[in-house]
């Protein structure tokens, strides 16, 4: 473009830009010079000197479509970064490393990208510049150039694919539609785009021009498939088509209404797997389709009497009748059915899926069909049954929570298990949250409440050892534990080792260690065993004659005497224990004295083998009584009977004739007892009695009884009694009690 001087007539020349100093931290766009500067744009000049704060930014040249050929920059890099220049498409011209001073000057404006020449000045040897060299397909990479395939990402259909997109990963995302591709015309030889469905539809790939593609006009591409299309100059071709795993079976509704003649199928319309063909036709019709190979399932559903035939433009056909449906291919030349035709002979043989009869009757024996006397039962719930030989209607009856009407079965509202949910509502309990909770008529979260202690964190509570309980295999919750006892402590010793064994007046049997349940047992006590002696009751101890029961202090005190006599006075003799011995005589008074009694009351003897001695006169007994600690009862009338032992003290009266000894054989022996003495015919005396002896601080005890029958001497009646003591020490505890009656 130039003007005209008008005083001249001198041609002159639009003013550019001389120089620009661009400092830039984003990628740049440069404008060409106009008359009128738009401000804030960088426009191109002759030299520009380009400092980028960061590294890896552009310089993007405008269109070269807007410029003459022959328009030319100088790029210095002053900068420590390196730039690229770039054409309006983005497409590399030159990358300047730092230092570099490199000509860009545009030799072809004829498209937006134009074309490029670099030279670098300065240079004192020629390099080839991988940013002037890299094309469609090629990226720099320093000095050496890369494939590269950039993604252009489509969604609309009916968009072109144009030159530009050459080497491109063409993505298509959009519905079901067309793609096109550039057309012969404009395109050249080698030109190739790499095509994605990535879509959920199947697209259509088709020039303009209907240019062939693989010999079609048109290719479909299902979703997920994927191709190289590829132009030899003359037609595209797939390289490495792959085909959808998915199936893709279409179908298609097709009006061929009207008068007979050919009606072709066009490109889509062929394309579908399943087709139905309507419409009032009023001659015979021709479906014209390509001779691609492919399947067919044709349904002939039009009106009139005519025939419908599907066929290839120069192979044969398939008649399909009104009314029916035929799955037919193309084998690339002919239509052909894919079924294969049988012939029939009546009746048809049940092995072949015939009923092997041509009447019923023939047909229901040969089908071994029950006759028609048949009964249908009905089962739960279920009415109106009865013989084949007539219809039979079945009524459903209403089980719980069900109701039948003529019309429907239906939830009894009635019904507690047919509550309307939005009536029945959760509610937090003990140990629940009440978030989340309502109504059942939608979905409910139940919740522990973490704030009871209830629903403590099992992470927060510990099983620790305490007494007699191991602290091994214990802690927190979230785990099984085992509670073990501490073998070490006493309180955990094995029941094999703790025995059970007899003691005083325990009987051993069934005892032994603790591993099982044990009976203790006492021995009764005898007159020479050790053990557990009943009590007697007032009634035996007035009885006297029991000789296993023992008495007591208080049923000794209340006794009667025998016979339930009473003693009058209850106590005639009573001698108490006083220095070192006791000495007391008791003279009886015949005939008032029939029974007599004689009690000890827990005397305590201070010293070993002290004696106690009952003498009487003028009677005699066959032997005498001894009565010691773990001692023989009786012993022979050599060792106890006769004549008494002078033991020291003067008597008023004759010598005794008969005597009783009880000896204290320990220190600290307690005796306690009774001696019973009751007149019989003829002045003779039956004697009876019990003594006991114990030792302070000992488990052991002797009981030793006495029964016998005292003769009077010459017919002489008892005389007198007389208690001595000898060799005690300090004698204590109850008197010796002497009740006549």
Sequence with gaps: MSYSEVFGGETLYPSGQTYLALTMAVDVDLQWPIEQQIAGMDVVASIIDVSATVGGLNINMPSASSASNGIQSVFTNVGANAVEVRTVTLGSIITIQPGEAW????????TPSGLWRTFQLGATVSVANASALAGAGLRASGVLLDQEAETRTISVPGTLINLADRAKLILYTGVAGTLLLPTAVLNSAGYFIFLRNNSNDAITMQTSDSDPIDGLTTKVVQPTESAIFFFDGTSYYTVGFSSSSVSTFTFLIIDVAGPGGTRILNTTEAAYTAIRFIGAITGNRVVETSNITKEYWISNQTTGAFSLTLKTAAGTGELVPQGEAYILYCDGTNIVNAATSISLSFPIPVVQGGTGGITPAAAQASLNVPPNTRQIIGGAGLTGTGNLGSDITLDVGGGVGITVTATQVALDTGSGRNVDHGSVILSAGTGMSATGLGDISASRTINLDTTNTRNTDHALVSLSGGTGISATGLGNLT????????????????????????GFGIDPSGLGDLTTSRTIGAYLSTTGQEGVIELATQAEVNLGTDPSRAVTPAT?????GGGGSQFSPPEVASWSPGGANIIGEYTLIPPTATVMEMLFTRLVINQSNAEIHIEMTDVTFAYGFYSGHGSTLFSSAATYGGAATTL???????????????????INEAISGIIRFEKLANNDWAINGSVGHSQTGSTTSTCNTLS?????????????????????DTASGGPVVLRVG
Excluded: E, F
């Excluded at 005794?656 to 009880?662: E, F, H, N, S």
């Excluded at 003769?711 to 060799?727: E, N, P, Q, W």
């Design 103 to 110: 000509v860009v000057y545009l030799y072809d404006n004829t």
């Design 479 to 502: 785990a099984n534990r085992t509670i073990n006892l501490d073998t070490t402590d006493v309180r955990n010793v094995s029941h094999s080792t703790v025995i059970l064994s007899a």
């Design 556 to 560: 000794l005190a209340a006794w009667s």
């Design 648 to 666: 020291g003290y003067s008597w008023t009266n004759t010598t005794p004739t008969y005597r009783i000894l009880i000896k204290s054989l320990n």
């Design 708 to 728: 016998g029958t005292m003769t009077a001497s010459g017919g002489v009646d008892l005389d007198r009694i007389r208690v001595k003591m000898k060799g005690a």
